[in-house]
T-cell receptor, first 109, second 120 residues
Framework: SQQGEEDPQALSIQEGENATMNCSYK?????LQWYRQNSGRGLVHLIL?????REKHSGRLRVTLDTSKKSSSLLITASRAADTASYFC?????????FGKGTLLTVNP | EAGVAQSPRYKIIEKRQSVAFWCNPI?????LYWYQQILGQGPKLLIQ????????DSQLPKDRFSAERLKGVDSTLKIQPAKLEDSAVYLC??????????????????FGPGTRLTVL
């Protein structure tokens, strides 16, 4: 079963714009992680936010977590063509990660 | 640091044939995972090892899939016999956490490039 559900399923923006992706999950989690997948590099870990954290930054990435609403968001600022990829959230609980279906982000030059 | 290695990268077989995938995790990683990713979906966990013991195989179709992690390092995943619906990318991942770390299975996972399986 899928733990996370990303929204939107697909997003197309221009280079330089910000991209926001949302994730909702069903059960309690220890942490929530975001991964990126493109054809060239496979699945790559981006950022992890623990259940007792509300916001975390890493470079051009900003992640928020609202455990009361069981939701998270990933913001990519000043997007680049190289950010074109699928982005997955994954909820960590019960000794494993459960991935959502992903958001396909296309950044047009 | 070398990443997670997988082979082969691509495999095409006929239905009812058998196939095996190999994974070499990052050195020192206690936990190893096999995921199945069908086109357009997120990865689905098939089996999780901690050293050479199975932690979770609840979503592994045990009538046709098998996996082992000998000596707690390399792992193989086998499908016998394959069905059309097994066409997918099979991803191997590894992570540091063992039972004593408190984060086993939920810490950062490092993925290999995957094996794309096509069953005709």
């Amino acid at each position: 079963s899928q733990q996370g559900e990303e929204d939107p399923q697909a997003l197309s923006i221009q280079e330089g714009e910000n991209a926001t992706m949302n994730c909702s999950y069903k059960t309690s989690i220890n942490n929530l992680q975001w991964y990126r997948q493109n054809s060239g590099r496979g699945l790559v870990h981006l950022i992890l936010i623990r259940s007792n954290e509300r916001e975390k930054h890493s470079g051009r990435l900003r992640v928020t977590l609202d455990t009361s609403k069981k939701s998270s968001s990933l913001l990519i600022t000043a997007s680049r063509a190289a950010d074109t990829a699928s982005y997955f959230c994954a909820g960590g609980s019960n000794y494993k990660l459960t991935f959502g279906k992903g958001t396909l982000l296309t950044v047009n030059p | 640091e070398a990443g997670v290695a997988q082979s082969p990268r691509y495999k095409i077989i006929e239905k009812r044939q058998s196939v095996a995938f190999w994974c070499n995790p990052i050195s020192g990683h206690a936990t190893l995972y096999w995921y199945q990713q069908i086109l357009g979906q997120g990865p689905k966990l098939l089996i999780q090892f901690q050293n050479n013991g199975v932690v979770d195989d609840s979503q592994l179709p045990k009538d046709r899939f098998s996996a082992e992690r000998l000596k707690g390092v390399d792992s193989t995943l086998k499908i016998q016999p394959a069905k059309l619906e097994d066409s997918a990318v099979y991803l191997c991942a590894s992570s540091w956490g063992g039972w004593t770390s408190g984060s086993m299975g939920t810490d950062t996972q490092y993925f290999g490039p995957g094996t794309r399986l096509t069953v005709l």
